[in-house]
């Protein structure tokens, strides 16, 4: 009990006997809240700041959002033109550079594989600490990223069967098979956005499916006469590439989105670069057990520096180009770009005499290429246009909430009939000991 009252007794009393508080509020208002009462111009002063701070707030925002539109733009055309045209000859080069070491000589599929993820693994992290501080890198430990375990795996067994699969057939006739990703991409966004595609990209699909068969099916009925080698095995391991590619597309966009999510500048930047570095991380494991599996009596059998140059550094080369081209460029001019990756490595194999040189097949990759240009420039120019209603819609918006503003300033606050406020004393202790 003692103990008890003097806790009671240390703590400091909110109603002291020997203040008197003035029963009636007499202090002089200012004219705009003249005829209000104390409390109603409180509550008036109050709601007038919070109104004001929340202007202020609304025109930050909209400014805010106008300078990402223009950071976004900050890079050069030069650049950006350099970047696109880079993006189809790195994509041709790692499906073309397997095929053309493959004609020279047996050797591993799986081991440049292993090399080349072990040199962008080492590469990403180094850019990493470098550009972004070892506090950014610390974060890598985080169990969210273990997120990305299963997309890298799927990455990785994407290339795994890119290679096993451009030793049993063209490049030129992968790629055309590797379009059918857009089919699956389409599917898995109409699954999440519970909403079917519109009708020029219904087109442009159809078209996409058309082409895919019948290239395959002229492919298949050359096998037959025996002017070209391939087996519908081969074929069937394209298609599950392409599933995996979409499959592994679709969550790196996924993830992206989810932990950039309010981030901007550096700090995305170096969120989506430890993305990058998970991803492949966990590619390797795909690599390094196929190279096990299969190849790991003779794994360096036949390798050499050529072999090297042909089928590590395009994969070196194509991943971070793709990645910077979809960061900069944006993925539908990325996509569009490697729609070229088709007639590029078709020319590829006329010049190293690997093909002969058909303008029928000719004719038809570029067909392929213009219907997907075609649909990748007309949404631009929906965004554009979507984009350039927003910028209205912000400039509109910003000169009514200073309208606003100006006028919330400048109002009076009038009401009849000022009456007196009594300050009684509370019946419980609610911090303040009176309430008006």
């Given at each position: 009990?003692a103990?008890?009252?003097?806790?009671?007794?240390?703590?400091?009393?909110r109603?002291?006997?020997?203040?008197?508080?003035?029963?009636?509020?007499?202090?002089?208002?200012?004219?705009?809240?003249?005829?209000?009462?104390?409390?109603?111009?409180?509550?008036?002063?109050?709601?007038?700041?919070?109104?004001?701070?929340?202007?202020?707030?609304?025109?930050?925002?909209?400014?805010?959002?106008?300078?990402?539109?223009?950071?976004?733009?900050a890079f050069?055309?030069?650049?950006?033109?350099?970047?696109?045209?880079?993006?189809?000859?790195?994509?041709a080069?790692?499906?073309?550079?397997?095929?053309?070491?493959?004609?020279?000589?047996?050797?591993?599929?799986?081991?440049?594989?292993?090399l080349?993820?072990?040199?962008?693994?080492?590469?990403?992290?180094?850019?990493?600490?470098?550009f972004?501080?070892?506090?950014?890198?610390?974060?890598?430990?985080?169990?969210?990223?273990?997120?990305?375990?299963?997309?890298?795996?799927?990455?990785?067994?994407?290339?795994?069967?890119?290679?096993?699969?451009?030793?049993?057939?063209?490049?030129?006739?992968?790629?055309?098979?590797?379009?059918?990703?857009?089919?699956?991409?389409?599917?898995?966004?109409?699954?999440?956005?519970r909403?079917?595609?519109?009708?020029?990209?219904?087109?442009?699909?159809?078209?996409?499916?058309?082409s895919?068969?019948?290239?395959?099916?002229?492919a298949?009925?050359?096998?037959?006469?025996?002017?070209?080698t391939?087996?519908?095995?081969?074929v069937?391991?394209?298609?599950?590439?392409?599933?995996?590619?979409?499959?592994?597309d679709?969550c790196?966009?996924?993830?992206?989105?989810?932990f950039?999510?309010?981030?901007?500048?550096?700090?995305?930047?170096?969120?989506?670069?430890?993305?990058?570095?998970?991803l492949?991380?966990f590619?390797?494991?795909?690599?390094?057990?196929?190279?096990v599996w299969?190849?790991?009596d003779?794994?360096?059998?036949?390798?050499?520096?050529?072999?090297?140059?042909?089928?590590?550094?395009?994969?070196?080369?194509?991943?971070?180009?793709?990645?910077?081209?979809?960061?900069m460029?944006?993925?539908?001019?990325?996509?569009?770009?490697?729609?070229?990756?088709?007639?590029?490595?078709?020319?590829?194999e006329?010049?190293?005499?690997?093909?002969?040189?058909?303008?029928?097949?000719?004719l038809?990759?570029?067909?392929?290429?213009?219907?997907?240009?075609?649909?990748?420039?007309?949404?631009?120019?929906?965004?554009?246009?979507?984009?350039r209603?927003?910028?209205?819609?912000?400039?509109?918006?910003?000169?009514?909430?200073?309208?606003?503003?100006?006028?919330?300033?400048?109002?009076?606050?009038?009401?009849?009939?000022?009456?007196?406020?009594?300050m009684?004393?509370?019946?419980?202790?609610?911090g303040?000991?009176?309430?008006?």
């Open positions: 009990m103990s008890g009252s003097a806790c009671q007794d240390e703590r400091p009393s109603q002291p006997s020997d203040i008197s508080l003035p029963s009636r509020l007499d202090a002089r208002l200012p004219r705009q809240f003249s005829n209000l009462s104390a409390a109603e111009a409180i509550r008036a002063s109050y709601n007038s700041i919070l109104s004001a701070v929340r202007m202020s707030h609304l025109l930050s925002a909209i400014e805010s959002a106008k300078a990402e539109k223009v950071g976004a733009a050069s055309a030069p650049w950006k033109a350099l970047l696109l045209l880079t993006v189809p000859v790195s994509g080069l790692t499906g073309f550079g397997v095929q053309l070491a493959t004609s020279r000589g047996s050797f591993s599929l799986y081991l440049p594989l292993v080349a993820g072990l040199i962008l693994l080492f590469g990403l992290a180094a850019r990493l600490l470098w972004h501080g070892f506090e950014e890198f610390r974060q890598l430990s985080s169990r969210r990223y273990l997120c990305c375990f299963l997309p890298g795996l799927i990455g990785g067994a994407k290339y795994s069967l890119q290679n096993l699969t451009v030793s049993m057939m063209s490049s030129s006739l992968f790629f055309i098979i590797m379009r059918t990703t857009l089919i699956w991409v389409a599917v898995f966004e109409a699954l999440m956005l909403r079917l595609p519109d009708k020029l990209q219904a087109v442009t699909l159809l078209a996409v499916l058309l895919c068969i019948s290239s395959t099916v002229q298949l009925e050359e096998a037959e006469d025996g002017t070209m391939v087996s519908a095995l081969a069937l391991l394209a298609a599950a590439c392409a599933l995996a590619d979409a499959v592994f679709t790196t966009d996924l993830l992206g989105r989810k950039s999510a309010g981030l901007s500048g550096k700090e995305k930047g170096a969120e989506l670069c430890r993305i990058m570095v998970a492949q991380f590619r390797l494991p795909p690599y390094a057990c196929m190279l299969f190849d790991w003779d794994a360096f059998g036949g390798f050499d520096v050529t072999t090297f140059a042909l089928t590590v550094l395009p994969v070196v080369l194509k991943i971070p180009v793709f990645q910077a081209s979809v960061f460029v944006g993925a539908v001019k990325t996509s569009m770009a490697v729609s070229f990756e088709i007639g590029l490595s078709y020319l590829l006329v010049v190293f005499s690997l093909a002969d040189f058909v303008m029928s097949k000719m038809a990759m570029a067909t392929l290429a213009c219907v997907l240009m075609m649909s990748a420039l007309h949404h631009i120019r929906l965004r554009e246009e979507v984009a209603q927003q910028d209205v819609a912000l400039d509109e918006l910003k000169v009514q909430v200073r309208a606003s503003a100006r006028s919330l300033s400048h109002q009076p606050l009038r009401k009849p009939g000022m009456q007196p406020v009594v009684q004393p509370v019946s419980q202790d609610d303040a000991g009176f309430s008006v």
